[in-house]
């Protein structure tokens, strides 16, 4: 899909990726007038599978104190015929969970350095 100039065409191009087999967001916010739309999706899976399926190519993470718990946000964004898509995964880590905070992604880890 080239154009996202109506509403029809953002839900259509998440229609698509669901029909190619990845999991529906478990949220999605579109945007008035169409210029940016966001998938939240539930875990780093999911959110891999969006990302290459929209071919995401910048990548940003946040880590950030939400009431004493300390949640990771990873967000990786495409712009598409002037739209702004991004998929985010938000994920609560602990400070015994610090090598995930330091590396963009936690699954790249080698089971013996974890």
Known sequence: MTELATRAQAFGLIAEGVAAGLTAPWRLYLARGCRYLSLS????????AWRTHLGCPELSVRVYDAGGEIRRSSVAEVV???CRISVELVEEVSTDDLDRLLVADPTTIEPEER
């Not at 999706?41 to 891999?48: A, L």
Request: proline share 0%; no cysteine; glycine share 18%.
């Open 41 to 48: 999706v539930g875990d780093r899976t999911e959110w891999n």
């Open 80 to 82: 598409l015929d002037g």
